[in-house]
Structure formats: C-alpha cells, structure tokens
C-alpha cells in the first residue's frame, strides 16, 4: 500500500511556486485595478473636444463669476492684470495667471486645463486647488468652453492646433 500523505503534502519547493503564482496574479490584478482608476480620474469627458454653445458659454460665465472669478479676476484678466502671466506673491505662493488669452493657459490642452481645474495644481505651493466634488465634469468644461471664448481669434486657432 502506498503512502497518500506524500500526495497531501506538497513540497517547499512547489508550495513556494505556487504562492509566486498567486502572488503574480493578484499583482496583476491590482495593476489592472489601478490603471483603470487612473484613467478614469485623469481622462476628460469627451464633450470637451465638443464645439461649445452659446448657452454652455454662458452657464460656464456664471460658474466662472462664482468658483473663478475671486482669484482669476472679473473676465478672467487674472489676479493682478499687470502681470497676466502670473507671477510670485511676497510670501511665496502664485498669483492667479489670465485665463482670457493675455496669460499662458491657451498654451495647454484642453486635457490639462480640465485635470487642473478638477484635481488642482501639481505645484506644492500654488493656491489651485481642485473642484472635484464641487463642480461636475461637464460644469468644468462649460467653465473652459468660458475663458477659451474669451481668446482672441488667433489664440483660438493656435490652441486648436496645439490640440490636434
């Protein structure tokens, strides 16, 4: 008679392979897991390429006038219209760049300018801080479709080829 217990006991060897084997999928999944988090936190909504309209620029002038204006300025001039591209404030933080084509904004796609509106700055010390929560996906492109209708022609058409 053979001895079973040789079968029910596996050796060190193939209990270590098979703790690697796990180990590699549930690593996997998490992987997955994460990638898809990641995109759907950092992927615009698709009406943000979409041609805005008149009443989408006008609720994005109001969302402005409320969650933006009190740092970018009435008419998005920016925090001090001296210096539309920014600047430094004394005790180190940013001044509120223009958003109306004065400043550096139509320098960025649209996918960027959405993600810093939504999550805020990736500068430690800048004030930006994100609207998620406070404003929807579709609010924060309306505020975009906003400023951007504010650029001058030429700005427009400079930015819509920086995006393509």
Request: with cysteine.
């Amino acid at each position: 008679m053979k001895n079973n217990k040789s079968k029910r006991t596996a050796s060190p060897k193939k209990r270590k392979k098979k703790q690697q084997t796990i180990l590699f999928w549930v690593g996997l999944g998490c992987f997955v897991l994460l990638g898809v988090v990641a995109y759907n936190y950092y992927t615009p909504p698709v009406s943000l390429s979409a041609a805005p309209t008149a009443d989408n620029i006008n609720t994005g002038a109001q969302l402005f006038a409320k969650n933006c204006a009190s740092c970018h300025g009435p008419g998005a001039r920016g925090q001090d219209p001296q210096q539309p591209m920014g600047g430094t404030l004394p005790n180190g933080g940013y001044l509120a760049p223009a958003l109306n084509g004065t400043g550096h904004a139509w320098h960025h796609p649209n996918e960027m300018l959405f993600n810093i509106i939504k999550n805020g700055s990736i500068a430690d010390d800048s004030s930006m801080l994100g609207f998620k929560g406070k404003l929807s996906d579709d609010e924060i492109v309306m505020v975009i479709q906003y400023f951007k209708s504010l650029w001058p022609p030429e700005i427009q058409m400079r930015h819509a080829q920086r995006s393509q």
